[in-house]
């Protein structure tokens, strides 16, 4: 075991922590996507914010595959 290279595992209050924050992430997505559907074409690089979520969420997707 004194030569383990695995990760401890995460505590539940880790686990809690960060799926608060995901679903949070998620949440304020879906909301930039609402706004920019009523974006004009012309207002539509004013409505960049769910483009930015829409980025993080997918990142964090990604991590989370690599975890398994």
């Known amino acids: ?10 505590s539940l209050a880790e686990q809690v922590i960060e799926y608060r924050e995901f679903v949070s992430l998620v949440a304020k ?3 930039a996507q609402k706004y920019r559907d009523m974006c004009s074409p012309e ?7 769910a483009d930015v979520y829409e980025f993080h969420v997918d990142e964090y997707l990604k991590k989370m595959e690599d975890l398994k």
């Open 43 to 49: 207002d539509y690089d004013n409505c960049s914010d």
């Open 29 to 31: 997505m879906r909301e």
């Open 1 to 10: 075991m004194e030569n383990c290279k695995c990760k401890p595992a995460k």
